[in-house]
C-alpha cells in the first residue's frame, strides 16, 4: 500500500510595516502605501488621495520622521516591529522543528518590507498543501486583520494551483496571550502605581460603526460583553481583553482605565489616552502603569508615544512617571500563543 504523503503548510505572519529607515524620504514612502490603502482611510479614491498625500502626509511626515528617528535610538538602529517580527518567526519555526508537522514559518509586512508579494512568491513555490495566513493583530480591525487577509487572498487567488487557506480572525482571548501579558507585568510592582492604564490603539468611530448593519457601535454593549452581533467589533474585542488581562492581574473594573492612543483625528473611539494622562496627572497622580495590548511587538506606538511622549508630558504637569509595560514580544508564552493558533489550523 501506499505511504500516506505528510502535508505540507506554510504559516504566513504578518505585521503592519515600518518605514526602511527613520528618513523623511522612507517615512513618506512608508506612509504613502499605508494610508492610501482604503481599509485605512476608508474615502472614496479621490477624496483620500486628497486628504492623505495633500494635507496628511506634508503636515505628518517631518514629526514622523522625528519620532522614527527616536525609535530607532532607543532601539538599537533597528525597527523593533521587524526585530521581533523576525525573531517570533524563527522561534516559531524552532517549535515546530521539534515536532512531526511539516510547517514552514515566513513573515511580511502590509506595507514595505518584507513585501507580501516577494514572500507569497517564496511560498508559492514551496507548492505548500495549506497556507495559513496569520495577522499579528490580537484584535479584528478591517484597517489591520482585515486588510492583511484581502491582500494574502487577492495574491494567492491569482495563482494556478490554489493551496488550501486558513486564516486567524483574532486572538483578543487567547490564553497563552493573556499569560504573557501577565507575566510582563512581573518585573512591575502593580501596587506601587496609583493609576493603572490599558492604552489601545485607536480606530475612526465610522470603522466601528461599519462593522453593524444597523446603528451605531455605541448602540451595542461593548464595554461589557462578547455577543453574536459585536464579536468582531474591535472596541468589543479590546474591552474583553482588557476584562481578561484584569481578572489574572486581580484588579477590580474601578482599579483601572481603558482609553485609545494614537488618533489622526477627534472622531475616533474615545476617551483619549493623552487626555486621560493628562487628567491624571492635574487630579495629582504620580505613578501610571501603562499597558498596550494591541501590540505584540513594541514599536513607535509603544516605545515613543507612551514611553517618552505620554511619560514627558505627564511630568511636564506634576507626574512622576509613565511606565510602559513592554509588549510581548518574543516571550516563550507569546510563542505558545502562535503555536497554538497553528496548531489548531494543521
Ligand atoms: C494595533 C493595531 C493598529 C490599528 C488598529 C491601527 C490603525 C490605524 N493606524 C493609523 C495610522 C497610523 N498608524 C501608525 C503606526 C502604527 N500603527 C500600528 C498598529 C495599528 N494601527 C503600528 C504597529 C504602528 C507602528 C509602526 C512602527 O513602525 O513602529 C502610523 C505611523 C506613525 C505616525 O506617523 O504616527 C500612522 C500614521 C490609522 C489611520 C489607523 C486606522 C484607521
Ligand atoms: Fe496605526
Known amino acids: 500500500m501506499e505511504q500516506k504523503r505528510k502535508k505540507r503548510t506554510g504559516v504566513l505572519l504578518i505585521q503592519l510595516g515600518t518605514p526602511d529607515s527613520p528618513t523623511k524620504s522612507d517615512v513618506k514612502t512608508y506612509l504613502n502605501e499605508f494610508l492610501n490603502d482604503p481599509r485605512v ?22 514629526e514622523s520622521a522625528k519620532i522614527y528617528k527616536e525609535l530607532w535610538d532607543l532601539s538599537g538602529g533597528v525597527s523593533p516591529l521587524l526585530k521581533y517580527t523576525e525573531s517570533k518567526t524563527k522561534l516559531l519555526q524552532e517549535r515546530f522543528d521539534k515536532t512531526e508537522e511539516d510547517v514552514t514559518v515566513h513573515m511580511a509586512m502590509r506595507y514595505r518590507k518584507p513585501s507580501m508579494e516577494s514572500v507569497l512568491e517564496e511560498m508559492r513555490k514551496e507548492n505548500y498543501d495549506k497556507i495559513i495566513i496569520f495577522p499579528l493583530f490580537p484584535h479584528h480591525a478591517s484597517a489591520t486583520t482585515g486588510t492583511a487577509i ?14 488550501e487557506i486558513s486564516t486567524v480572525n483574532d486572538f483578543y482571548d487567547h490564553e497563552a496571550y493573556i499569560d504573557a501579558m501577565v507575566e510582563r507585568t512581573k518585573e512591575f510592582d502593580i ?13 475612526p468611530d465610522q470603522h466601528v460603526d461599519k462593522v453593524y448593519d444597523d446603528g451605531l ?61 493628562e487628567k491624571w496627572a492635574k487630579e495629582g497622580a504620580k505613578r501610571v502603569l501603562a499597558f498596550s495590548p494591541a501590540f505584540v511587538a513594541d514599536c513607535l506606538e509603544t516605545l515613543v508615544e507612551i514611553g517618552v511622549e505620554y511619560d514627558e508630558d505627564f511630568r511636564a504637569l506634576g507626574g512622576e512617571k509613565v511606565q510602559l509595560v513592554p509588549s510581548t514580544n518574543d516571550h516563550p508564552r507569546f510563542i505558545d500563543c502562535l503555536e497554538d493558533l497553528v496548531r489548531e489550523r494543521l
Open 41 to 62: 482611510i476608508d474615502y472614496p479614491y479621490l477624496k483620500r488621495k486628497l486628504l492623505v498625500n495633500g494635507i496628511i502626509i506634508p503636515f505628518r511626515v517631518k
Open 217 to 277: 457601535c455605541t448602540d451595542q454593549p461593548c464595554e461589557t460583553e462578547i455577543n453574536q452581533k459585536n464579536k468582531l467589533c474591535y472596541k468589543a474585542q479590546v474591552y474583553a481583553t482588557t476584562r481578561a488581562l484584569a481578572d489574572k492581574l486581580g484588579l477590580k473594573e474601578s482599579d483601572y482605565t481603558v482609553a485609545f492612543q494614537s488618533r489622526l483625528d477627534k472622531n475616533w473611539l474615545e476617551p483619549f489616552s493623552d487626555k486621560v494622562i
Open 191 to 203: 501596587s506601587s502605581y496609583d493609576r493603572i492604564m490599558f492604552s489601545y490603539h485607536g480606530l
Open 150 to 163: 484581502e491582500k494574502a487572498v487577492k495574491i494567492i487567488s491569482k495563482w494556478w494551483v490554489m493551496p
